[in-house]
């Protein structure tokens, strides 16, 4: 597919693709869309980025967009499958939550300053979902 429209707008040359379904009382709706344009306003640059939506029940929201700097947007939450780890550059940065009992025991080296370096490490690890109490 291709737009001839001659423009160095962001959003120019749109190429939109739309799912389209009929629920129970037969009324078309949207399921989902995909568009294809201009990124930025450079002229005659070749940028391009693709956005992906989807009917969240209120219409087309948009999910999902790449754009020219290869920058991923995601605007709900990215669930991994079971078994599944997440890397940046080859290094694995979440995967499978841990659970362990140990984890909501009592801090009680002897040393404060110790105890609340561990207690501040388990909070964060707690917060960002990389551990949990049994």
Not at 21 to 46: C, I
Request: proline share 1%.
């Amino acid at each position: 597919m291709q737009c001839s429209t001659h423009s160095n707008d962001d959003n120019s040359g749109l190429v939109k693709w739309i799912a389209k379904r009929q629920d129970g009382a037969g009324t078309e709706t949207p399921s989902a869309s995909a568009e294809a344009s201009h990124d930025g306003a450079g002229v005659n640059d070749q940028f391009g980025k693709w956005v992906w939506y989807v009917n969240t029940g209120a219409g087309l929201v948009e999910g999902i967009r790449l754009d020219s700097n290869l920058d991923v947007i995601i605007a709900g939450n990215t669930d991994l499958a079971s078994g599944k780890v997440f890397k940046v550059n080859g290094t694995q940065v979440v995967g499978a939550r841990v659970i362990d009992a140990r984890a909501d025991d009592a801090l009680n080296s002897g040393d404060a300053t110790t105890d609340g370096v561990i207690d501040a490490l388990r909070d964060a690890m707690i917060t960002h979902g990389l551990i949990a109490a049994a």
